[in-house]
């Protein structure tokens, strides 16, 4: 007799096992051109932002645990925006890693996501996805974002569960190409915004840490994420950087 909860459980274990090959080169720079509309396009970006600000706000988390703040939860908003609160030293190594963290945090899971799926493993990268969400969710400790989180958690979910082996792949491209074109965007943003703009924003609060500019810190966060832009593409279409 059949026992279902070991039958999804070698399911899993034979998905994280498996390698999936990326498509051809043309498949790969047209999924790209679709995430690079998705990001410019004003009625798409607000959408496509609030999947960043996730991970921004899961990168701000995973780094407060890792340098041993208590973490109190996460907030995702309807204007994009959220918050992530922990206890802790206010000052220090620590407290200037988790507030760096959040911006860099798109640019590294892109990176990673695309060495896995140069490594072949489209969906030992969609699990990683399914487990990093149902993590947030934990934190969660808002309406609204609860619900953001469960959508993109169960989309994500659907597709690793029911999908085909093409399918798969091409939403793990797609969800890879809009971190890495993504990433830059709102730090972009707050530079256009000016000092003003960037109060109260990450930035501003490591340049009161560290006595560093905010305009600096914007800079050097941005510079962080076109680099792993820049080695991203090298990972998913290295033809086109020979070129």
């Known amino acids: 007799m059949n026992d279902p909860a070991r039958d999804a459980w070698s399911r899993v274990w034979t998905d994280l096992g498996s390698r999936q090959p990326l498509p051809g080169a043309t498949t790969v720079l047209l999924l790209g051109a679709v995430a690079a509309v998705l990001v410019v396009w004003p009625l798409t970006w607000p959408r496509v932002r609030l999947g960043v600000t996730l991970v921004h706000e899961a990168g701000h988390a995973l780094v407060a645990l890792l340098v041993g703040r208590r973490l109190q939860g996460i907030r995702l908003h309807s204007d994009t925006s959220g918050?992530?609160?922990?206890?802790?030293?206010?000052?220090?190594?620590g407290m200037v890693a988790m507030l760096?963290?959040?911006?860099?945090a798109p640019a590294v899971l892109g990176l990673g996501a695309a060495l896995l799926l140069a490594d072949?493993?489209?969906?030992l990268l969609l699990w990683s996805l399914v487990v990093m969400l149902v993590g947030v969710l934990l934190w969660i400790r808002n309406a609204f974002g609860l619900l953001v989180v469960l959508v993109v958690g169960t989309a994500v979910a659907l597709v690793t569960w029911y999908a085909g082996a093409r399918t798969q792949t091409a939403a793990a491209l797609l969800?890879?190409?809009?971190?890495?074109?993504?990433?830059?965007?709102?730090?972009?943003?707050?530079?256009?915004a000016g000092r003003a703009g960037r109060r109260g924003s990450d930035p501003d609060q490591l340049a009161r840490l560290t006595l560093v500019?905010?305009?600096v810190w914007t800079l050097l966060l941005l510079l962080a994420s076109l680099?792993?832009?820049v080695v991203g593409v090298a990972t998913l279409a290295p033809d086109l950087v020979r070129r």
Do not use: H, Q
């Open 227 to 229: 680099s792993g832009l």
């Open 120 to 123: 072949g493993r489209a969906l």
């Open 100 to 104: 760096a963290a959040g911006y860099l």
């Open 175 to 192: 969800v890879t190409w809009l971190l890495l074109l993504a990433a830059p965007r709102p730090l972009v943003e707050l530079l256009v």
């Open 83 to 93: 918050v992530t609160l922990s206890r802790g030293r206010p000052r220090g190594p």
């Open 213 to 215: 500019p905010s305009v």
